[in-house]
């Protein structure tokens, strides 16, 4: 039996008994039982390899194949909790967008950073850049996926500006820098691999990034820049 054969075996086996006692019952005969006269003794012999009806398996290779399959189904059941677009009926274009970079936003293999310019609750024209993963950390986006609640730039965002009030803000983030002193315009520094994101429409996106405009009905603009980092681990 080569070495795939032998794993898959094990996880049928894994998942058809609850413990490795349970799996060494199985092996042990009546006939076994007959002559040993010992249930303790009969399951260390098949654990050795000399009694049994099927493939000699390790305890601690059951034991390990049975944690493994069980931190994945949790972790699957936690990716499936946690991705609140799931299951979603979304009709926008935006809330689409939001939804295909999710998963991978939550587990760091992208970052997104979203512009939006509209008009806040009380009709004043905002606009700003908010890091995606960071919103995601800190705030529950069903109402945004369920659409009770439009996602809109914040004080607290990487970026805000307000067009009536000329009110302007930046912060850093966990996982961006602001560089706002630019004389070519702002810049954001991801955190992990050093790179800039730059967000000129004008300019090139940067290294491993890049800009997608979105045609939304729920915004005046939409932009979504991804950026897929390369540092090494």
């Known amino acids: 039996m080569d070495q795939e054969e032998g794993s898959t075996a094990v ?7 609850n ?19 010992d249930e303790s003794l009969a399951r260390q012999l098949v654990e050795l390899g000399y009694r049994g009806t099927g493939e000699v398996v390790k305890r601690e290779d059951f034991e390990a194949r049975k944690a493994a399959i069980e931190i994945a189904r949790l972790a699957e059941r936690t990716q499936k909790k946690t991705l609140t ?6 009709q ?17 293999k992208v970052s997104s950073v979203i512009f939006i310019r509209d008009r806040n609750f ?3 024209e905002v606009s700003g850049y908010i890091d995606y993963a960071h919103r995601l950390k800190i705030e529950d986006f069903e109402v945004y996926f369920n659409g009770k609640r439009r996602l809109l730039p914040r004080p607290t965002d990487m970026s805000f500006y307000n067009w009536d009030s000329h009110i302007a803000v930046w912060n850093s983030t966990p996982n961006y820098q602001v560089i706002a002193d630019n004389p070519e315009g702002l810049l954001f520094k991801y955190q992990r691999d050093r790179k800039i994101l730059n967000v000129d429409p004008k300019a090139q ?6 800009r997608t405009p979105i045609q939304t009905e729920l915004y005046i603009q939409a932009v979504i820049f991804d ?3 390369r540092r090494k681990t």
């Open 11 to 17: 996880d049928n086996l894994v998942t058809q008994f």
């Open 19 to 37: 413990t490795y006692e349970d799996f060494l019952d199985s092996q042990i005969t009546t006939v076994d039982l007959y002559y040993l006269e």
């Open 85 to 90: 677009s799931a299951g979603k009926d979304l």
């Open 92 to 108: 926008d274009n935006f809330l689409k967008a939001l939804a295909v970079r999710e998963e991978d936003n939550r587990n760091g």
């Open 122 to 124: 009380h009709g004043q």
């Open 205 to 210: 996106p940067g290294d491993n990034s890049t």
């Open 227 to 229: 950026h897929i980092s």
